[in-house]
Every structure is written in structure tokens, then in C-alpha cells.
């Protein structure tokens, strides 16, 4: 995982996934994302079924993350 430090293209975004029910729903899309570099500070919640992250626009593109976590069974809206 990259770390994230002094990028000037580091963005925060929160993604409803309303997929996310459980701990193990969440411990599935945390560890999807936390593998992926230019991504940080995942934190998801099965009960508020959102996804908070940070990631860097300059290593991976929103879109790409969106279909890493469909692909793993939790689409997102925004």
C-alpha cells in the first residue's frame, strides 16, 4: 500500500454500499481496498453501509476502485 503523505492529489470520498451487512462484509471490502496502492484510511460500517477511504487521484482513479469493490460483490453509489 502506498502511504499517502504530501500528495496533491489525495481525495477523500464516502461511497454508500448498502451490500455491507455484517463484520465479515466488512472485513471483505476493507481488506479489497487496503491491498491497493494509493489507497488509505479505509473504514467501513455495516451499519451505516458506507465506505469512508482517501486515496491518491494520481495512482487510481475513483472508477477503478468502484469496480474493484463490485467485482468483490459490493457495489457502491456515491
Do not use: W
Amino acid at each position: 500500500m502506498t502511504t499517502l503523505t504530501d500528495s496533491q492529489n489525495l481525495e477523500h470520498v464516502t461511497l454508500q454500499a448498502p451490500d455491507i451487512s455484517c463484520g465479515h462484509c466488512v472485513q471483505t471490502v476493507q481488506g479489497a481496498l487496503n491491498k491497493l496502492d494509493g489507497v488509505s484510511n479505509v473504514l467501513a460500517s455495516s451499519e451505516t453501509k458506507l465506505i469512508d477511504l482517501d486515496f491518491d487521484s494520481g495512482v487510481i482513479s475513483l472508477g477503478k476502485i468502484e469496480a474493484i469493490l463490485d467485482e468483490a460483490g459490493y457495489p457502491v453509489k456515491r
